[in-house]
C-alpha cells in the first residue's frame, strides 16, 4: 500500500517550452501533496504544499508564477514548469501525505533536463 | 521551528558490519521522526517512523531507531550491513502543516 506515481520520470526539454510533472497516490487518498527539488549531492528542498481544491502554498523564493500547481483530485497534484530554462533542470519529487498514518509517501522523481 | 541535524555526510562500513548512521533534532512540540532512504535516482522510501509510541522503532529492512528525548536523538542502526544498504539516507522531522523537515542527509558506503 501507499504508493505514489510520478510521470514522466524523465523529461528534456527546449529552453522555453512548458512541461507537466503529475503525481498520483494509487491506493490511497491524499488531501495534502508536496512538490520538493532536488539538487545533486543535496537535500530535498520544498518547493510548495498543494492541497486539494485550493490554492498551493509556495515556500519562500519559489516562483509561483514558473512553477504552477494544480490538485485537481485527492489522487492527483501536478506540478507545471513554464518557459522552463537550463538553471530548472533539476530532479523533481512529489509526496503525499495520509492522515491514516500521518506519513509522506514519495513518488519516484523525475529528472527535467532543458536544453 | 523544527531542525535537523546528520552527522557525517558519509559513512563507510564493511559488510557485515554494525551501520550507524546520526541524527539530531530539535523541535519545539513532540516530533514525529522519520528516516528515508534513496537510491540513486530514485524517491525516497520510508523506512521507519517514530510518533510517540514505542522509543525503540523497527523498520524495514533490519533497521531500527531508538527515540532519545534527553539527547534529542533518531539513530538508524542495522546490526549487519549489506552491500545492498548502500544509498543515501535522510532524517527528518514533521513540522507545521505536515510538513517534513530533512537532514542534509548521509551517504552510506558498504565495503565488500
Known amino acids: 500500500g501507499a504508493v505514489v506515481s510520478q510521470h514522466p520520470s524523465r523529461v528534456i526539454c527546449k529552453s522555453g517550452t512548458s512541461v507537466k510533472i503529475e503525481c498520483r497516490s494509487l491506493d490511497f487518498q491524499a488531501t495534502t501533496m508536496f512538490w520538493y527539488r532536488q539538487f545533486p549531492k543535496q537535500s530535498l528542498m520544498l518547493m510548495a504544499t498543494?492541497?486539494?481544491?485550493?490554492?498551493?502554498?509556495?515556500e519562500q523564493g519559489v516562483e509561483k508564477d514558473k512553477f504552477l500547481i494544480n490538485h485537481a483530485s485527492l489522487t492527483l497534484s501536478t506540478l507545471t514548469v513554464t518557459s522552463a530554462h537550463p538553471e530548472d533542470s533539476s530532479f523533481y519529487i512529489c509526496?503525499?501525505?495520509?492522515?491514516?498514518?500521518?506519513?509522506?509517501?514519495f513518488g519516484p522523481g523525475t529528472r527535467l533536463t532543458v536544453l | 521551528a523544527q531542525s535537523v541535524t546528520q552527522l557525517g555526510s558519509h559513512v563507510s562500513v564493511s559488510e557485515g558490519a554494525l551501520v550507524l548512521l546520526r541524527c539530531n533534532y530539535s523541535?519545539?512540540?513532540?516530533?514525529?521522526l522519520f528516516w528515508y532512504v534513496q537510491y540513486p535516482n530514485q524517491g525516497l522510501q520510508l523506512l521507519l517512523k517514530y510518533t510517540s509510541a514505542a522509543t525503540l522503532v523497527k523498520g524495514i529492512n533490519g533497521f531500527e531507531a531508538e527515540f532519545k528525548k534527553s539527547e534529542t536523538s533518531f539513530h538508524l542502526t542495522k546490526p549487519s550491513a549489506h552491500m545492498s544498504d548502500a544509498a543515501e539516507y535522510f532524517c527528518a522531522v514533521s513540522g507545521r502543516g505536515n510538513k517534513l523537515v530533512f537532514g542534509a542527509g548521509t551517504i552510506l558506503r558498504v565495503k565488500s
Open positions: 523541535s519545539s512540540v513532540p516530533p514525529y
Open positions: 509526496s503525499a501525505h495520509t492522515g491514516d498514518t500521518d506519513t509522506q509517501y
Open positions: 498543494s492541497n486539494e481544491g485550493s490554492k498551493a502554498t509556495y
